[in-house]
C-alpha cells in the first residue's frame, strides 16, 4: 500500500544482529596471543585447561538456552566433523602464537574472508555479494601495507601452522553455514574437551605455576565468550561475511600486543591495522542499511 511505513524484513534484524556479535567475538580472540604469550608453558597444556574451562563454561551455556536436552552426543557425521575442523583449527590457534609473531597470526588470519568466499561459492553455491569481495579486498590490502612494515619475519613454521589455521577456521565458518540443524555451541564445547583429555595424555597439565594457571583460567573464560558470539552471530550471516568482520581481530589484536607485551609494531603495522578495521566497521554499516536478499520461490 502506497504511503504505508516500510517494516524491515527480520532477515535484516538477524543480519545485523549477526554482524554485531561475530565483530565481539573477534575482541575476545585477539585475546588469544597475549595469553599464549604470557604463558610460559607448552601448547598442550594450555590447550588442556583452555578446553577444561572454556568447555565448562561453554557447556553452562548450552543447559541454560537448551537444558539437558542439548547436551546430546548424537551429531551424526555433520556434528563430528565440525568436531574434528575444531580441535584442529583450536590447537593450530594456540600453536603458531608459541612461533611466531602475534601480528603475523592475525595478518595470516585475514585471509579467512576470501578462503571462505571461495569455499562458500563452490560448495554452496552461493555467491558473494560484491561489497563483501570488495571489503576483503581491502583487508587484504591492509594485510599488505602491515607485511611491508617488516613483521613477517617470524618463524616460517608458526607462519604455516597459522596459514593451516585459518583454513581450518575458513572450513568450519562454511559448515556452521551449511550444517544450520548442528549444535554449533555444543559442538565447540566438546571439541573443548577432546583437546582437554588429549592434553592431559600428552602433557602433565598440573606442572605449571600457580600464575600460568590463574592466566589459563582467564584464557578459558575469554575462549568461551569468543566461541559463543561466533557460533550464534555466523548462524546468522553467510560465510564470507563472517570473515570479514572477524577481520576486527588484526587490529584488535596488533593493540593487544602493544599494550599488554610491549610488542610495539612499527607505523605501517598500525596503518594496516587502520585500513582493516576501516573496512570491517564500513561492511557493518551496509549490512545495517541493505535490503535483504529474500529466498527465490
Request: charged share 10%.
Amino acid at each position: 500500500m502506497s504511503g504505508d511505513t516500510a517494516i524491515p524484513h527480520p532477515l535484516s534484524v538477524e543480519r545485523r544482529l549477526g554482524a554485531m556479535l561475530v565483530v565481539a567475538s573477534s575482541a575476545f580472540f585477539a585475546m588469544a596471543g597475549i595469553f599464549t604469550k604470557s604463558i610460559s608453558t607448552d601448547p598442550w597444556t594450555i590447550a588442556c585447561w583452555r578446553g577444561l574451562v572454556g568447555g565448562l563454561l561453554i557447556t553452562g551455556y548450552v543447559l541454560w538456552r537448551s537444558g539437558p536436552n542439548g547436551l546430546r552426543l548424537d551429531f551424526g557425521w555433520r556434528g563430528w566433523l565440525m568436531v574434528a575442523v575444531g580441535v584442529a583449527a583450536s590447537l593450530g590457534f594456540i600453536a603458531s602464537f608459541k612461533f611466531t609473531y602475534v601480528a603475523n597470526v592475525a595478518v595470516i588470519y585475514a585471509a579467512t574472508p576470501l578462503i571462505a568466499a571461495f569455499l562458500e561459492w563452490i560448495f554452496l553455491r552461493e555467491r558473494p555479494r560484491p561489497f563483501t569481495l570488495a571489503m576483503a579486498v581491502v583487508c587484504l590490502l591492509g594485510v599488505g601495507i602491515i607485511v611491508s612494515g617488516g613483521i613477517g619475519g617470524g618463524n616460517t613454521f608458526g607462519d604455516l601452522v597459522a596459514l593451516c589455521m585459518t583454513v581450518s577456521s575458513a572450513i568450519y565458518l562454511v559448515m556452521i553455514r551449511a550444517f544450520r540443524n548442528s549444535p554449533v555451541v555444543w559442538v565447540g564445547a566438546v571439541s573443548a574437551f577432546i583437546l582437554f583429555a588429549a592434553g592431559w595424555l600428552i602433557t602433565d597439565p598440573l606442572a605449571v605455576s600457580t600464575s600460568d594457571a590463574w592466566r589459563m583460567v582467564g584464557f578459558g573464560f575469554t575462549f568461551a565468550c569468543a566461541v559463543v558470539l561466533w557460533t550464534e552471530g555466523a548462524r546468522l550471516i553467510p560465510a564470507s561475511e563472517s570473515g570479514v568482520l572477524g577481520a576486527a581481530e588484526v587490529p584488535f589484536a596488533i593493540l593487544f600486543a602493544w599494550i599488554f607485551l610491549a610488542e610495539l609494531p612499527p607505523f605501517m603495522s598500525i596503518a594496516g591495522g587502520a585500513v582493516v578495521l576501516t573496512a570491517v566497521v564500513l561492511h557493518a554499516l551496509r549490512a545495517r542499511r541493505a535490503p535483504p536478499v529474500l529466498p527465490v520461490g
